[in-house]
């Protein structure tokens, strides 16, 4: 069976087709196609505090071409959730209204703790080591989501107004990372040792950059490596060099120094990257709903 998922993020709008096989011992989860179109909203909602004609334009055209996309792989259920950017735009609801009329697609404006929410339904965790506790970590344009799972329980999911597009502005006060720091510090110190899933594109290439095998995670301090490689190239040489798109180039320093404030803050020493993100969180919790339907 077949879901689909539409992630409208600050940087980039995504479209993930997953089909899902069900066996007696195990559902397996198997990406069946990924589209991602650079949009960066988060350009204009963090800086103007409203997007642009042409950037809604954009958005509007690539949600039209999803959906024909969707008519042809006919999923069973989708679903369309959008995030940091469409939240701080003044005219965010007025474009999810042009979408739902010119593109026939309506989406849901989450926020930030349901996306932490969904991000955590991949249940990743249930792979790994069950005496530890682990810290989901989501990076993304416009906002840093984290979600604590410790012996088999939820403890806490939070959303912080930091992400890479943000940063990038120079749009996060000291006084705010300060206490996203401090937080992290407060709410994580009674579940030691605390290993992290990072999620996100930036955390994605690290891995591949670092050339580690899919389940072999990143130490904290092979990350603090690449960060400063990374960081001696420039905007061009990360292109160049290391094959990175346009759109990841720039962002990547950013999402690097959030992953490695909230690994230190939280002592941890590695992080697993199961490459999942919100579209995948949202297929989850698609087929969930399904088999609860079905039965």
């Not at 940087?11 to 559902?27: D, P, Q, S």
């Not at 749009?171 to 407060?186: H, L, R, T, V």
């Not at 590695?270 to 490459?275: L, N, Y």
């Not at 969930?288 to 039965?295: A, I, P």
Request: hydrophobic share 40%; charged share 25%.
């Amino acid at each position: 069976m077949k879901f689909a998922a539409i992630d409208i993020g600050s940087n980039a709008v995504r479209l993930l087709f997953c089909n899902v096989y069900e066996h007696e011992r195990k559902t397996v989860f198997k990406k069946a196609e990924l589209i991602r179109v650079p949009i960066r909203l988060g350009e204009n909602a963090f800086t103007s505090g409203c997007i642009s004609l042409q950037k809604a334009n954009d958005l509007v055209k690539t949600l039209q071409a999803f959906k024909l996309l969707i008519e042809v792989h006919n999923p069973i259920a989708y679903r369309a959730c959008a995030t940091s950017a469409m939240r701080d735009a003044s005219n965010g609801k007025q474009i999810l209204e042009r979408i739902s009329n010119e593109a026939n697609i309506d989406v849901e404006l989450i926020d930030g703790s349901t996306e932490a929410r969904l991000i955590y339904m991949n249940h990743i965790e249930e792979n790994l080591d069950r005496n530890s506790s682990y810290l989901y970590i989501d990076v993304g344009g416009g906002s840093t989501e984290l979600t604590l799972f410790s012996q088999n329980q939820h403890i806490f999911s939070k959303s912080f107004n930091i992400g890479t597009i943000r940063m990038l502005n120079e749009q996060i006060e000291k006084a705010y990372w300060a206490d996203f720091k401090d937080w992290i510090k407060s709410a994580t110190t009674k579940f030691y040792p605390v290993v992290a899933i990072g999620s996100g594109g930036n955390i994605n290439k690290l891995h591949k950059i670092a050339r580690l095998k899919d389940s072999k995670p990143l130490t904290y301090t092979k990350l603090e490596m690449l960060f400063e490689e990374i960081n001696s190239y420039t905007y061009q040489e990360r292109i160049e060099l290391l094959g990175l798109k346009p759109d990841r180039a720039d962002v990547i320093i950013p999402a690097c120094k959030i992953f490695l404030s909230v690994m230190k803050n939280a002592s941890i020493d590695k992080i697993f990257v199961p490459e999942i993100g919100l579209s995948d969180g949202i297929v989850h919790e698609l087929y969930e709903s399904f088999k609860t339907q079905k039965t």
